[in-house]
């Protein structure tokens, strides 16, 4: 990737000795994802701004954790794409063996979960008094999950002091969501997602791999729909046309 072929309105740098390239569409998705429809004031603002700030680094984190890993295990010198629903991240070639590329894989998944427990971490370490608590509740709550009160009490203490404003609140419950969810999602056994990769590689077979990601796509479809999720009922029926066309690609092989 050169900056002297950079598409007009993209964003490009580089961080850690790896190009990036964040084109503008991805920015839309996101603030589109966030309630961007929706707004209807000051707060609405707010809260979509802090979405996609949220959205952006936990995607940039993610595909780092990719990038980095597959340097390490000797894939060559990577670069990373923006653009749309996601990331990608570009290598000359994989790693050496498959248990490389599985763990190239995974890195990606793992570095944006690790982004919403560091985010616990600090808002802990800085508001509540207690690190560990901040980690419990960035995995926790975004899962529905139960908070023992030794963890949560301090949270509620801190936004009624005012040392945690309801701003930087809504920083990190979005940071933690974000990055919860999308890695969870992504693990899903899925092409294109991570999940479908990883599924693959374990069994040596993506023609099965692709076979499983069709009906688990169809039945996550049907239950959107059953459900009236109209949006996710579009996503998941993106991802069981996309397994489809895997599925006859592996197919001819």
Same mark, same amino acid.
């Given at each position: 990737?050169?900056?002297?072929?950079?598409?007009?309105?993209?964003?490009?740098?580089?961080?850690?000795?790896?190009?990036?390239?964040?084109?503008?569409?991805?920015?839309?998705?996101? %603030? !589109?994802? #966030?309630?961007? +429809? $929706?707004?209807?004031?000051? &707060?609405d603002?707010?809260?979509? @701004?802090?979405? /996609?700030?949220?959205?952006?680094?936990?995607?940039?984190v993610?595909?780092?954790?990719? %990038? !980095?890993? #597959?340097?390490? +295990? $000797?894939?060559?010198?990577? &670069?990373?794409?923006?653009?749309? @629903?996601?990331? /990608?991240?570009?290598?000359?070639?994989?790693?050496?063996?498959?248990?490389?590329?599985?763990?190239?894989?995974?890195?990606?998944?793992?570095?944006?979960?690790?982004?919403?427990?560091?985010?616990?971490?600090?808002?802990?370490?800085?508001?509540?008094?207690?690190?560990?608590?901040?980690?419990?509740?960035?995995?926790?709550?975004?899962?529905?999950?139960?908070?023992?009160?030794?963890?949560?009490?301090?949270?509620?203490?801190?936004?009624?002091?005012?040392?945690?404003?309801?701003?930087?609140?809504?920083?990190?419950?979005?940071?933690?969501?974000?990055?919860?969810?999308?890695?969870?999602?992504?693990l899903?056994p899925?092409?294109?997602?991570d999940?479908?990769?990883?599924?693959?590689?374990?069994?040596?077979?993506?023609?099965?791999?692709?076979?499983?990601?069709?009906?688990?796509?169809?039945?996550?479809?049907?239950?959107?729909l059953?459900?009236?999720?109209?949006?996710?009922?579009?996503?998941?029926?993106?991802?069981?046309?996309?397994?489809?066309?895997?599925?006859?690609?592996?197919?001819?092989?």
């Amino acid at each position: 990737m050169q900056c002297s072929s950079v598409p007009k309105g993209s964003l490009y740098f580089e961080l850690l000795g790896v190009p990036v390239l964040i084109r503008p569409f991805s920015w839309l998705v996101l %603030a !589109l994802l #966030g309630g961007g +429809l $929706g707004i209807s004031n000051g &707060s609405d603002v707010s809260h979509v @701004l802090i979405f /996609v700030v949220s959205g952006m680094l936990c995607l940039l984190v993610h595909e780092f954790g990719h %990038a !980095l890993t #597959g340097r390490f +295990l $000797g894939s060559g010198p990577p &670069s990373i794409e923006i653009a749309g @629903l996601g990331g /990608v991240t570009y290598t000359p070639y994989p790693p050496r063996t498959r248990r490389g590329y599985f763990l190239m894989v995974l890195a990606g998944p793992l570095a944006s979960l690790l982004l919403g427990i560091l985010g616990g971490f600090v808002m802990g370490l800085i508001h509540l008094g207690n690190p560990i608590a901040g980690v419990i509740i960035s995995i926790f709550e975004p899962l529905g999950l139960p908070i023992a009160d030794w963890a949560y009490s301090p949270l509620i203490e801190a936004v009624e002091s005012g040392s945690l404003s309801i701003f930087w609140l809504n920083c990190y419950y979005t940071l933690f969501i974000i990055c919860v969810y999308w890695s969870i999602f992504n693990l899903l056994p899925l092409f294109p997602l991570d999940g479908g990769k990883l599924l693959g590689t374990l069994l040596d077979n993506y023609r099965i791999a692709s076979m499983v990601g069709l009906v688990l796509a169809c039945a996550l479809c049907l239950l959107c729909l059953i459900s009236g999720m109209w949006f996710n009922m579009v996503l998941t029926g993106y991802l069981a046309a996309i397994n489809w066309q895997y599925l006859r690609s592996f197919h001819k092989e």
